[in-house]
């Protein structure tokens, strides 16, 4: 079982920067790939980035490639997106993810077996 929870969201004018962190707890922590995904109120989850659980391979999103990056500290169970150049529609509870994916990202929903509780990220225009 693994135990996540997210915290550094908040309020940002658009242009700036974020970054959010995940903490997680339980055994096999580092032996999963994770995730970040979010979601905006009547919209589907959304993935925004993902990386193998030791760090040497990552993917994105096409909204936040370039802007966006996602990293992983496995001594200190945590993962981390940085977020450069805000915009409006960055705007929406992410969420943290992690599981055993056969394919060693996460990338759908349905790749995640564990999930935190999300934090609120507001880009202001």
């Known amino acids: 079982q693994v135990q996540l929870v997210e915290s550094g969201g908040g309020l940002v004018q658009a242009g700036g920067s974020l970054r959010l962190s995940c903490k997680a707890s339980g055994r096999t922590y580092s032996g999963y790939p994770m995730a970040w995904f979010r979601q905006t109120p009547g919209k589907d989850r959304e993935f925004v980035a993902t990386i193998s659980r030791r760090g040497t391979s990552t993917y994105y999103g096409d909204s936040v490639k370039g802007r966006f990056t996602i990293s992983r500290d496995n001594a200190e169970n945590t993962v981390y997106l940085h977020m450069n150049s805000l915009k409006p529609e960055d705007t929406a509870v992410y969420y943290c993810?992690?599981?055993?994916?056969?394919?060693?990202?996460?990338?759908?929903?349905?790749?995640?077996?564990?999930w935190g509780q999300g934090t609120q990220v507001t880009v202001s225009a």
């Open positions: 993810a992690a599981g055993p994916s056969i394919s060693g990202m996460i990338i759908d929903n349905s790749d995640a077996s564990y």
